[in-house]
């Protein structure tokens, strides 16, 4: 389970779009808004893993946390429920600690992003390069788009973001082996000042460090 949550997080995604100008825009049209417009960003998510679709959904298992962004390639994803647990990356390495274990993966940011959802929210903005885009239904007011990876060296199959009024409301994550995985998100801000610290990771003290 814990690998099925660390493994969308690096998905981990996002966080607000453009504004109210945007609010009965295609989704298409409004993630375009999103990652040209929003530089950085910090709130609040929620994610579930869940069975037999989102018309039907069985929950088994929940966790939170944290995020904020500066765009292209700095980010946090802060899991602070159920266990503590953090991806972090400055610009170059993307560093995954987990607490309990006192383990630190450090890996080339470049080889973790890729066609994964979290180049959406912290790569760059040329998203046609790696995902086919297209608008897909709307569902109790929120606008979905459905982005299919052009190379299968992906764990994701596809991927569906929710937009509702110009805001980033959600993402389902579906990989190949039929589970989900459904972020929602809260509190967010768009392009907050962020200090120059904010993604300068520091190896904890006694951690073991496992390149990759």
């Known amino acids: 389970m814990r690998n099925r ?8 995604i996002a966080i607000s779009a453009f504004a109210a100008s945007a609010a009965h825009a295609a ?3 409004q993630l375009q808004s999103f990652v040209t417009g929003v530089k950085t960003a910090r709130g609040e998510f929620t994610q579930r893993q869940v069975k037999g679709g ?4 069985k929950v088994t298992g929940t966790s939170s946390g944290t995020f ?11 899991y602070t429920k159920p266990y503590e647990q953090l991806l ?5 390495t993307l560093y995954i600690y987990d607490k309990d274990l006192n383990q630190v993966t450090q890996r080339k940011l470049d080889n973790a992003l890729g066609s994964s959802p979290a180049a959406i929210l ?3 903005n040329d998203l046609s390069k790696n995902f086919d885009i297209r608008n897909g239904p709307t569902r109790d007011g929120v606008e979905w788009l459905e982005m299919t990876p052009k190379t299968r060296d992906t764990q994701f199959e596809r991927i ?20 989900t995985t459904l972020l929602t ?8 000042p962020l200090p120059a610290d904010t993604f300068r990771f520091t190896v904890p003290k006694g951690a073991d460090v496992m390149k990759q």
């Open 54 to 57: 989102i018309d039907a959904l």
């Open 185 to 192: 998100f809260s509190a967010m801000q768009k392009n907050p």
């Open 122 to 124: 912290f790569g760059s």
């Open 27 to 29: 989704a298409t049209d």
């Open 160 to 179: 569906g973001i929710g937009f509702k009024g110009g805001n980033l409301e959600a993402m389902e994550l579906r990989d190949a082996f039929g589970n």
């Open 88 to 92: 972090q990356a400055d610009g170059q």
């Open 5 to 12: 949550f660390l493994a969308a997080a690096s998905a981990a």
């Open 68 to 78: 904020a962004f500066s765009r292209p390639g700095k980010f946090t994803w802060r």
